[in-house]
């Protein structure tokens, strides 16, 4: 059984400050790492990807992995209210072809950035 | 930006009718999905479509189920008779072999 887990939260930041979210996974064959927000009643929104070991930056965002050690984290620099969201992670065995899409989502991380 | 639509956004339906969930996936992609979440739990893969056939499908996806592309544009989830555990957000996502985008969703709610 190919497990995603994360820490359900609340984590509570104020405005401005750096979240920091964290995954586990429980697959060493898994390839592939995303992170979507989740707003209430709403769909994933995909944030970020990352396939290597190291750090991956987008504006705000920074995603990293470390496979050695199966995890996985996103950091939100200058956090707004905005933020507040639940952040899922997902995880991808057996990349390529028509597998590619079959996410193993983590039960997620409810996140409140407050003023 | 193109994006993934679903229809309709609310169904009500009882206990032993059938659905039909609809999606439009995004135009230029050739992978199609369908998720589920019910209500506090974790999102859950259902079954993934690929060249007119289903190429891999969860536990979830019995005999219930099934899913079809209709025409060039629509990708269809059919439950054949609802029952009330099939009540639950279901997304629709597609790819181009890279990371998948979600559609709103369709809130089935089954009474």
């Known amino acids: 059984q190919k497990e995603v887990e994360q820490n359900s939260g609340p984590l509570s930041v104020p405005e401005g400050a750096i979240a920091s979210l964290n995954c586990t996974y429980s697959?060493?064959?898994?390839?592939?790492f995303f992170w979507y927000r989740q707003y209430s009643g709403k769909s994933p929104e995909l944030i970020m990807f990352?396939?290597?070991?190291g750090d991956k930056e987008d504006g705000r965002f920074t995603a990293q992995l470390n496979k050695a050690s199966q995890y996985v984290s996103l950091l939100i620099r200058d956090s707004q209210p905005s933020d507040s969201a639940t952040y899922l992670c997902?995880?991808?065995?057996?990349?390529?072809?028509?597998?590619?899409?079959?996410?193993?989502f983590g039960q997620g991380t409810i996140l409140t950035v407050h003023p | 930006e193109p994006e993934v639509t679903q229809t309709p956004s609310h169904q009500v339906t009882q206990m032993g009718q059938e659905v039909i969930l609809r999606c439009v996936p995004i135009s230029n992609h050739l992978y199609f999905y369908w998720y589920r979440q019910i209500l506090g739990q974790k999102v859950e893969f259902l079954v993934s479509f690929y060249n007119n056939e289903i190429s891999e499908k969860s536990e979830i996806f019995d005999d219930q189920f099934s899913v079809e592309r209709p025409d060039g544009s629509n990708f269809t989830l059919k439950i054949r008779s609802t029952k009330l555990e099939d009540s639950a957000m279901y997304f629709c996502a597609s790819s181009d072999n890279r990371d998948p985008y979600f559609g709103p969703g369709t809130r089935l709610t089954v009474t």
């Open positions: 990352i396939y290597s070991n």
């Open positions: 997902a995880v991808v065995t057996n990349a390529g072809g028509t597998s590619y899409g079959k996410l193993t």
């Open positions: 697959d060493r064959g898994s390839q592939s």
